[in-house]
């Protein structure tokens, strides 16, 4: 850990007595957010409310998810384990709910007192129940108990359905990925509409007599990037700078070749104007900016109420965009940095004062929010979550992820600072089985040296060997502690 040589001071006047009660949680999250979108990190994105939230509070600037796509990261977060003790290891249905592998975190805080309110995204399944919110809204994947956008507002629903068609499946075709300018209004767009029914509820739902866990969830800035007007007004597209490709002739991606539409994109973007790269680039930014002016209206409208006056404000999103990066590689589905690597600030008024304005760079991982929020809370963790407390002082050697997008491979990955192993495994169904005669093959690079991760090092024993030999060993102690978890 290291702090900044400026103290920041929490930036939200506290408004309303903090009292000795558990602290308000405010849990702010996006999809497909990259580590590096943010004005604190790179000022060519435009994101002031997160800056604040940053400098005021603790930047985990090594942070990364434990699987690089929506469903099983998700879960892994909200369970407080990780994907291959969930048992859910890729997009698709999830976990049904009489099968649960732990109390999601909503649950816990439900039980303890908390009044709990989600507004956005989940994606825990495709069909599941609000597990312990009590309060729900949802614009996608029907959650049962929750009020659906498309019951809502139906002719908003089918407004902006009828937009985003033309970007394909899950909005990520080439025009997705390129974008235009919505022709959506802002309040009609499904981001719209939940910050519509979370600023509702902050101005008459709040039970003054309960700490409350809020959670607003937003569908962006993953592609795809038809951005509401206003937003690309503040960018110069001209000056936007886009993905360096390595000078290869073919992908050299040993765990992830072939995996998600790889064709299209590169059929489409090896063959793009300089003008689209930036137009993309552009608008993946001002999606970014669109989300950081809702967080910023969801907060101001917390502070009128005095809610942040006592409260600890996380800040996360599930898993990266590769963005082109990397031979043409658009989306996730794959263990390449810009991919594993995730936003994530802890702020508030109820941050201890020690903490404000520091930059850590232990490897953090989401499954730790989990723990980190139920001690903040005063309550037990349970005995089976993984994860670290991100305001403890534990730590741990390297952060891990997994990928599972091919029938008979797993790939996991090992990752410090300096160095990332990739590990191509014979696929099994109970991780804790895998030995090293499983390994098909690896990935092996030099963050510092190479931090595009062009030059892989794996067969190269010379260089670097005792590392690789260690991780690997440390890798395969990780994978033989996670046995899948029983409800």
């Known amino acids: 850990m290291a ?62 998810c ?61 069909v599941c129940s609000t597990r312990g919110f009590e309060t729900r809204c949802a614009a996608e994947c029907v959650e049962t108990g929750a009020v659906m956008m498309k019951d809502d507002v139906p002719e908003d629903k089918k407004l902006y359905d009828a937009e985003g068609r033309t970007m394909g499946g899950g909005e990520e075709n080439n025009r997705g990925y390129l974008g235009f300018t919505s022709e959506v209004p802002e309040e009609k ?33 993953h592609a795809g990037h038809n951005v509401p007007a206003g937003y690309e007004q503040r960018y110069d597209v001209d000056k936007v700078e886009y993905a360096k490709q390595p000078p290869w002739e073919e992908d050299d991606s040993p765990h992830a070749l072939g995996v998600n539409r790889r064709k299209m994109y590169v059929d489409y973007w090896s063959k793009a104007s300089d003008e689209q790269w930036r137009l993309m680039t552009m608008r993946y930014r001002a999606n970014c900016t669109w989300i950081d002016d809702m967080f910023g209206r969801a907060l101001k409208a917390l502070e009128r109420q005095g809610v942040l006056a006592n409260a600890l404000i996380v800040y996360c999103a599930d898993h990266g965009e590769m963005l082109g ?37 232990r490897p953090a991982e989401l499954v730790d929010l989990y723990p980190t929020v139920l001690k903040a809370a005063g309550l037990k963790v349970p005995r089976a979550c993984v994860g670290l407390d991100l305001l403890g002082d534990r730590n741990r050697p390297a952060s891990f992820c997994a990928l599972h997008e091919r029938k008979t491979e ?44 062009w030059n892989d090092l794996y067969d190269q024993p010379q260089t670097q060997a005792g590392t690789r030999k260690k991780m690997t060993e440390e890798l395969l102690a990780r994978l033989r502690k996670l046995a899948p978890a029983r409800p």
Not at 110 to 121: C, L, M, P, S, V
Not at 330 to 359: D, H, Q, W
Request: aromatic share 10%.
């Open 3 to 64: 702090a900044s040589a400026a103290t920041a001071v929490w930036p939200y006047r506290a408004r309303g007595q903090a009292t000795q009660r558990a602290p308000n949680i405010i849990f702010l999250m996006d999809d497909q957010h990259r580590w590096d979108a943010l004005g604190v990190i790179n000022p060519a994105v435009k994101t002031p409310n997160l800056d604040r939230l940053a400098r005021a509070g603790v930047l985990y600037d090594q942070a990364v």
């Open 66 to 126: 434990q699987a690089p796509m929506c469903i099983p990261s998700r879960n892994s977060m909200m369970f407080g384990l990780y994907p291959n003790q969930v048992g859910v290891l890729r997009n698709g249905r999830g976990v049904p709910d009489d099968e649960l592998p732990a109390q999601p975190l909503p649950e816990l805080l439900r039980q303890a007192g908390y009044q709990t309110a989600g507004f956005g995204k989940t994606h825990w399944g495709l």
């Open 189 to 221: 767009h499904r981001d719209g509409w939940v910050t519509r029914k979370c600023l509702d509820f902050i101005a008459h739902g709040i039970d003054p007599d309960r700490p409350l866990f809020l959670y607003l969830s937003f569908l962006k800035p």
């Open 325 to 361: 990066e990397r031979f043409y590689r658009f989306n996730k589905y794959c263990l390449y940095e810009s991919s594993v690597r995730v936003p994530m600030i802890l702020s508030g008024s109820a941050l201890p004062g020690r903490r404000r304005g520091e930059t850590d760079h």
């Open 410 to 453: 797993a790939a996991f990955m090992w990752r410090t600072r300096r160095h990332k192993l990739i590990l191509r495994m014979k696929r099994k169904a109970d991780a804790s089985q895998y030995t090293a005669a499983d390994i098909i093959g690896g990935e092996f690079y030099d963050l510092q040296a190479d931090p595009q991760e």
